[in-house]
Every structure is written in structure tokens, then in C-alpha cells.
């Protein structure tokens, strides 16, 4: 006797009773620390919301699904991932639900990262604080003077943003690389 794969329709009259039992959605609702109390008329929507929102994610997976050359029945993993991708109301499950990658091709990419670690269009932008450093950076690359991080030890010792990230305090180089990162560098005030 085969199994009974056959999907059982939402109903279209409403019965006041969801699908999703209630008490654990209450319970899931109590574990974030941002709520304090919920309703009992808030876990209920949010019970039917969750039912709405899974329905309408398993439709677009079935249409991914049925848009194969060879139309399944049944869900897969890649049918919801491909409806991720291609539906923009979607798009914040990428990361839930991202696209498989072979592991061949993974192997491959990491394997060209280890050869290459940085290629000639991601590198990385150059801040006016490394400009700064009134001609020692060129004289001690020359030399050979090299730090061997973005630039040359007479330069770290010349910028205090450089000179602060290649401290011994981790803090200091944390708070550093944010400012750099947001690009709101301290301003010299010294006339």
C-alpha cells in the first residue's frame, strides 16, 4: 500500500483554532528578552501570521517545483532555496536558506583563495590617514622597511590611527578599526 503523501488543503472557513499550537508559540514568544508580557490576543495573531507566512513559503516552493523540467510533487531543499532567490519579499531568508554549493566547487575556491589571497579588484581602499605621513612611507618602502600589514613601520609611526592598530592593545585596535571602518577618524585640533 503506497503512503498517503497527499497535502491536506487549509481550510477556507475560519474556525478560530490554528494550526500551530498555541501554548508553545507562547512559549517561544517568553524567551526573548526584548518582550516583556504578550497577550494572549498578540500570540494568537502571531500563531496565524506564522501559519499565513508558512503557507505562502511553501506555495512558492511548490511553483519552483513545478517549474522544473521534470515537475516533482514533493518540496525540496533547493526549491525553497530558489525561491529565496528569486522573490524579493523573500530575500531576508537568504541567509536561513542560502543556495547549496557543491563541495567540489568550495574545495576549488579555497583552495584559489590559499593561492591568492587577494585579487587586483578587491583591494582595499586607501584612507586619507595613510597619506599623511609627509614622505617617510615612500623612502622606508624603498628600503625595504616593510611591516608587512598596509604600508611601512615609519608610516605607523607617523599616522596615530596606524600607530594605534598596530598597538599591543586589543581594545585600542578594535576601537581604531571601527573609526576607520565608519570613516570618522579622529580630527587632529592642533592648529
Same mark, same amino acid.
Given at each position: ?108 575556491? /579555497? %583552495? =584559489? +583563495?590559499? $593561492?591568492? !589571497?587577494?585579487? @587586483? ?9 595613510? *597619506? ?20 611601512? /613601520? %615609519? =608610516? +605607523?609611526? $607617523?599616522? !596615530?590611527?596606524? @600607530? ?9 585596535? *578594535? ?17
Amino acid at each position: 500500500m503506497p503512503p498517503n503523501n497527499n497535502a491536506i488543503p487549509p481550510r477556507k472557513e475560519a474556525t478560530g483554532q490554528p494550526a500551530l499550537p498555541l501554548a508553545r508559540v507562547k512559549k517561544i514568544i517568553g524567551t526573548d528578552p526584548d518582550i516583556g508580557i504578550c497577550s494572549n490576543n498578540a500570540a494568537f495573531v502571531i500563531t496565524l501570521a506564522t501559519e499565513m507566512f508558512i503557507q505562502y513559503l511553501a506555495a512558492e516552493g511548490h511553483n519552483m517545483a513545478k517549474a522544473e523540467r521534470k515537475p516533482r510533487r514533493n518540496v525540496q531543499y533547493k526549491d525553497l532555496s530558489t525561491a529565496v532567490n528569486h522573490h524579493d519579499n523573500l530575500e531576508f531568508l537568504e541567509d536561513v536558506i542560502p543556495k547549496t554549493v557543491p563541495y567540489k566547487q568550495i574545495k576549488d575556491s /579555497a %583552495a =584559489a +583563495a590559499r $593561492l591568492n !589571497p587577494r585579487k @587586483a579588484d578587491q583591494e582595499p581602499k586607501k584612507r586619507q590617514s595613510t *597619506l599623511k605621513t609627509k614622505g617617510a612611507n615612500a623612502g622606508a618602502s624603498s628600503s625595504g622597511n616593510s611591516n608587512g600589514v598596509n604600508g611601512t /613601520a %615609519a =608610516a +605607523a609611526a $607617523l599616522d !596615530p590611527v596606524t @600607530a594605534v592598530i598596530h598597538s599591543d592593545d586589543p581594545s585600542a585596535q *578594535l576601537v581604531a578599526e571601527a573609526r576607520r571602518a565608519a570613516g570618522d577618524e579622529d580630527i587632529d585640533m592642533t592648529g
